[in-house]
């Protein structure tokens, strides 16, 4: 499935301005003013100005939070975007409820209280950011995060993405049955997305640090619906065949 652009400008508008450059602008912007955020519950709140929410904006991280403080501006990043800006780019501290700076491994431990499954997920979702696409949450479609080639002011998302990890544990309770695949497949073509699963394989090293991550291995795959009409025989050939005698 080929990108569908938003617009005949997009495509070219992109190419221009590629989202490896952005997130990389992104990451010198929170070095330089030493950003800090405040953990609240399952995500993270920044304090910006005009210049860090519109770099936010373009990288896709966050989004923007109204709140009756009308002379500050504020973004509420996920658990997984959280911890990609703090661990993989290192360029944003974590404040505690304590007021404390967080350490990787204090956020890791919280975001694993808070989601079990956050190893695979942020595994899945650092993996596809390192090959720059935009990966956003993906509930909406039932699905885990959803993946674009480049903004989504810009071009409609490709993958609706399920992160599982590798094996039968109690970690994954999904596409355990046919029924559940054909479902979920069935959605993601009625939303023109195709399903990609992201196996994570842990190789026995548990996840008790985030320096396990690195010894992680990931396998994707794709599944979409078999369509009868790409396999059938070309019916005009059976045709001329049957009138001059070959079959």
Sequence with gaps: ???????????????????SKIVSQLQSSLID????????????????????ADLLNRACFGR??????????????????????CFSLKCLKV???????????????????????FPISYKAYSHLRHKNWVVRLGLQYGVDFVAYHHHPALVHSKYAVLALPEGDNDLNGRLRVWSDVH???????????TLLIVIVNSNGLGSNSPSCLEHYTVEERTITRWNPEQSRED??????QTKEGII
């Design 33 to 52: 003013t030493g950003t800090c955020g405040l953990l609240s519950s399952c995500s993270v709140l920044i304090e910006v100005d005009d210049e860090l």
């Design 183 to 193: 479902c979920t497949v069935r959605l993601c073509g009625s939303v023109a997305k």
């Design 235 to 240: 019916q005009r050939g059976l045709q001329n």
């Design 64 to 85: 923007p939070r109204i709140t009756a403080q009308k002379d500050k501006q504020w973004f509420q990043l996920d658990m997984e975007e959280t911890f990609y800006l």
């Design 1 to 19: 499935m080929k990108a569908r652009w938003k617009g005949k400008a997009s495509e070219a508008k992109a190419s221009a301005d590629p989202m």
């Design 95 to 117: 404040i505690g409820e304590d007021v404390s700076t967080k350490s990787n491994e204090e956020l890791w431990e919280y975001f694993k209280s808070k989601k079990p499954v």
